[in-house]
């Protein structure tokens, strides 16, 4: 943790505050609480992300998920050092927690019949198919993330990543009540046992399992991604084949552009508005 990097933790708890407030407040007032839009949890977190990822990327990389930080950091624990990251990490998770807390107790819903997202599994479905349903939905949501900001990245890296949320949310939901992100599950699951009954309450081991998973599913989306771009590090006809230490500098500047940056689209407009203000 630095001085320097103390607005870099502000916005990733604030991020991730945002993030798990209004996914647990429209859950508890909205699908679970009997409100006047049942179902559109899914669509309104996708553009939730959206927007953070498009806010908080230029300043701190919009990580606001504690699997995506450890896997930036694994990737090129230069570009984000051991310290930031568990700065990253804790700021994360204290924003989970005060955010699904604050929506707990801004409930319309009472105590008996809150219906915070709580992580467990449904109807005929074995805790086991849950904990495959957030492995693969977290999975392709990192994949996709990390693919459209880092590696392909482009100027609209956010609608893909927002879209993306939206679907593996609202498809995970049924079977494992779409976590995808352990700040979200941790705080889900706290907030469940201060304002929830002993029914819908969820164990320490649930909630350990369902961040490991997350964080494992992180870990295969890095996987993914070197995967399907090795063939990008190939050299060109009549180029010099690189060495394996070159390759390996390559994709990790690639990864991470700029320090706790994510998304080198924002890192590259802001350096052309810096330009243009200095030719002013």
């Not at 599950?185 to 320490?204: D, E």
């Amino acid at each position: 943790m630095t001085r320097e990097g103390f607005p870099k933790y502000v916005c990733e708890f604030c991020g991730t505050f945002a993030l798990s407030f209004f996914v647990c407040f429209h859950i508890a007032n909205g699908d679970g609480g009997g409100g006047p839009m049942p179902g559109m949890t899914p669509f309104c977190v996708g553009m939730l992300v959206c927007a953070l990822a498009y806010a908080l990327a230029p300043l701190s990389g919009g990580h606001i998920n504690p699997a995506l930080t450890l896997v930036l950091h694994l990737e090129d624990s230069l570009a984000l050092c051991k310290s930031d990251a568990l700065a990253y990490i804790g700021s994360q998770f204290l924003g989970g927690l005060i955010g699904a807390s604050l929506a707990g107790a801004c409930a319309t819903v009472e105590k008996k019949s809150c219906s915070l997202p709580v992580f467990k599994n449904q109807g005929h479905f074995l805790f086991f198919h849950a904990l495959v349903a957030e492995f693969v939905g977290t999975t392709l949501m990192l994949f996709v993330g990390m693919q459209v900001s880092s590696y392909r990245p482009n100027h609209y890296f956010a609608l893909a990543i927002g879209f993306m949320a939206c679907v593996c949310i609202s498809s995970t939901a049924p079977i494992s009540n779409g976590g995808l992100n352990p700040a979200v599950v941790l705080g889900a699951n706290a907030a469940a046992h201060i304002f929830c009954t002993a029914q819908a309450q969820v164990s320490l081991t649930g909630t350990l399992a369902y961040c490991i998973t997350d964080a494992c599913g992180g870990l295969a989306a890095l996987g993914l991604t070197r995967v399907v771009n090795s063939s990008s590090s190939l050299p060109a006809e009549g180029e010099q084949p690189q060495s394996s230490t070159d390759v390996v500098r390559a994709k990790r500047s690639t990864l991470i552009p700029a320090r706790y940056h994510l998304s080198q689209g924002c890192v590259e407009m802001n350096d052309r508005r810096r330009g243009s203000e200095q030719c002013i």
